[in-house]
Nanobody, 117 residues
């Protein structure tokens, strides 16, 4: 099993920045990639960014140029640096882990991000 614990959410004004963290523990040898997703009220959960063990990244068009996903293998932690935040970025952000083709095998509990205008 794999456990994921997110932190770093909060409230910020538009244009501000936040950094989310996702600490991974358990059977991490099985993990080949990780992702960040978000779900706004009344909307479906959407994929925001992913990073594989070889460092390849993917970003949703809505966050390209503003968000950066990174990982610290020594700390078993994945980060999501969010800059130039917009009110439409308001959502619960979830960390996931898995493997190629199944990046969402395991989920964290989520952390709230609120961006005010």
């Amino acid at each position: 099993q794999v456990q994921l614990v997110e932190s770093g959410g909060g409230s910020v004004q538009a244009g501000g920045s936040l950094r989310l963290s996702c600490a991974v523990s358990g059977s991490i040898f099985s993990i080949k990639g990780m992702g960040w997703h978000r779900q706004a009220p009344g909307k479906q959960r959407e994929l925001v960014a992913t990073i594989t063990n070889d460092g390849s990244t993917y970003y949703a068009d809505s966050v390209k140029g503003r968000f950066t996903i990174s990982r610290d293998n020594a700390k078993n932690t994945v980060y999501l640096q969010m800059n130039s935040l917009k009110p439409e970025d308001t959502a619960v952000y979830y960390c996931s882990a898995g493997w190629v083709g199944r990046i969402d095998a395991f989920w964290g509990q989520g952390t709230q991000v609120t961006v005010s205008s």
